[in-house]
Nanobody
Framework: QVQLVESGGGLVQAGGSLRLSCAAS????????SGWYRRAPGKQRELVAT???????NYAISVKGRFTISRDNAKNTVYLQMNSLKPEDTAVYYC???????????WGQGTQVTVSS
């Protein structure tokens, strides 16, 4: 089992910045990919950004150039730096950890990000 705890959400004005953190504990060996997803009110959960164990990153088009995903292996923590925030970024943000073998996919409890116009 892997436990994920997110932090760093909050209320910010449009144009502002926030940094989300996702601290992992438990059986974190061989996690292949970590990522951030979000669910806005009335919408389905969508991918925001992912980072592989080899530090390859992937971003949703809507956040590319504004958000940066990174990891600190010594702290078992993945970060999401969010700049130039827009009201449409308002959502609950979830951290995910994925492992191919043995298969595993774990989610954090979510952290609310609200961007006011």
């Amino acid at each position: 089992q892997v436990q994920l705890v997110e932090s760093g959400g909050g209320l910010v004005q449009a144009g502002g910045s926030l940094r989300l953190s996702c601290a992992a504990s438990g059986s974190i060996f061989s996690i292949n990919e970590s990522g951030w997803y979000r669910r806005a009110p009335g919408k389905q959960r969508e991918l925001v950004a992912t980072i592989t164990s080899g530090n390859t990153t992937n971003y949703a088009i809507s956040v590319k150039g504004r958000f940066t995903i990174s990891r600190d292996n010594a702290k078992n923590t993945v970060y999401l730096q969010m700049n130039s925030l827009k009201p449409e970024d308002t959502a609950v943000y979830y951290c995910n950890a994925f492992r191919r073998a043995p298969y595993g996919s774990w989610w954090g409890q979510g952290t609310q990000v609200t961007v006011s116009s």
